[in-house]
């Protein structure tokens, strides 16, 4: 092998882009050229970008648009022809990818396995809730004074299913005025939260959407966010449900009553003896709210109807709340819209509960922790006027925003590993 001219190689550092004189060889024996130590680059198209600034890149574009994540590379390295906003799209696409397929193989590996409760889920701390005060500091003698008299009466500046709650816990444990005055739902020790949703994102043609699913797995000992396609999202889920509590331990399911929500209940949690599905209460009242609109003739009443709706499906009062629609078949002015809302009532009856003592046992009743999921892990990059996306840069930002969320950001770029699903215990 003899020498037989130079070719500068161009890497693109933090330090900015450097070029590297390197030797073109003639091999006479194989009648060609050939560039000695290219086989041990990274794969590249005249120019190597160090992984250092891949990260830099990946982690910028997480929060901002791809244009402004190239301006700030080129501030960072001082380097006017820093990498382009192409190759910054190029790059997330590419650690998009091979997060999702380690995702992918973990599962499969998972699923193979027969000794799965000796293992146990990867979850990172829980931040502490931010509840909102059940009552102004101004009143706070006021409520001092009727919990003393351990009156059912509200008081004035109360409302009264926050009284109802703060009556419950303190029968139930003797709690501190300051920690009643901001009760929320809790986690029982047994206990798995599973939250889990969609959310659709532009597409480059005309009222075009792709969607993303998103979840959220919670218990006692941290959360989880997961991110993907359909089957991944729900595969992931019920291989934590596994791992973290057993088949005997409690599994609870929020979501928004769509119907893949029930199926996956249904069908991949059979297995689970203690489980519940609850449609979230935000989401029952907004389909109230719609199809009533399309019902009633007028806004008197249709205020008159959900007045008398709502009250019963607070209760869980499902079967009353049919009769009540049933009855008002003569008024309506759309029958097809009220056999639609009978019918999604119905098809629901299972997993619509007393909301009322839900709340008032510190119960989840709603699905607050998917719509957060979907706004760290989408919403907030990928939801702004104008956007739109192909499904490989969508999934992409939501598989590295996956990542840092559950804290294995610096492991997949210092160690080369994605974040396992569930450990050796």
């Not at 900015?16 to 041990?40: F, Q, S, W």
């Not at 409520?143 to 816990?169: F, I, K, M, N, Y």
């Not at 008398?308 to 309506?332: N, T």
């Amino acid at each position: 092998m003899t020498r037989d001219g130079s070719e500068a190689l161009k890497v693109a550092c933090r330090l900015g882009i450097l070029e590297l004189p390197r030797h073109i060889c003639y091999n006479a024996a194989e009648g060609g050229h050939t560039l000695p130590g290219n086989a041990v680059l990274p794969a590249h198209q005249g120019m190597v970008i160090t992984r250092d600034l891949q990260e830099i890149a990946c982690l910028l574009a997480l929060d901002v648009p791809f244009e402004t994540a190239q301006r700030l590379l080129v501030w960072e390295t001082r380097e006017a022809e820093m990498i382009c906003t192409t190759e910054i799209r190029r790059l997330v696409r590419i650690h998009g990818e091979i997060i999702r397929a380690a995702e992918a193989a973990e599962v499969q590996e998972l699923l193979a396995r027969d000794d799965l409760s000796t293992l146990h889920a990867q979850l990172v701390e829980a931040p502490a809730p931010r509840r909102p005060a059940a009552w102004a500091a101004e009143i706070q003698t006021a409520v001092e004074q009727a919990l003393e008299a351990e009156t059912s009466q509200a008081p004035e500046g109360v409302q009264s299913s926050d009284w109802e709650r703060v009556l419950c816990a303190r029968r139930e444990e003797r709690l501190a005025l300051h920690q009643l005055r901001r009760l929320g739902p809790t986690v029982q020790p047994d206990q798995a939260i599973a939250a889990v949703d969609d959310i659709e994102v532009r597409r480059p043609a005309r009222r075009r959407f792709l969607a993303l699913r998103t979840a959220r797995f919670t218990t006692r000992q941290g959360i989880r966010y997961l991110s993907g396609s359909a089957e991944l999202v729900l595969t992931q889920l019920y291989l934590l449900c596994v791992v973290s509590v057993g088949l005997t331990g409690r599994i609870t399911v929020l979501g928004d009553g769509a119907r893949w929500i029930s199926t996956f209940f249904r069908e991949r949690l059979a297995d689970f003896v203690n489980k519940e599905l609850l449609v979230d209460w935000y989401h029952l009242v907004k389909k109230c709210y719609e199809l009533t609109g399309m019902i009633c003739r007028g806004r008197k009443a249709k205020a008159s109807l959900m007045g008398q709706l709502i009250p019963l499906l607070w209760r869980g009062k499902v079967a009353e709340a049919l009769l009540l629609l049933e009855a008002y078949r003569a008024e309506s002015r759309n029958t097809d819209k009220l056999d639609e809302l009978c019918t999604y009532l119905t098809n629901r009856q299972p997993y619509i509960v007393d909301y009322k003592e839900s709340r008032a046992q510190r119960e989840y009743i709603g699905s607050g922790h998917a719509e957060k999921a979907n706004d760290l892990i989408v919403a907030r990059r990928q939801k702004h006027q104008g956007m739109h996306w192909s499904l490989a840069t969508a999934d992409g930002l939501a598989a590295l925003k996956t990542l840092a969320l559950n804290h294995g950001w610096d492991r997949y770029w210092s160690d080369h590993q994605v974040l396992p699903l569930a450990i050796s215990a």
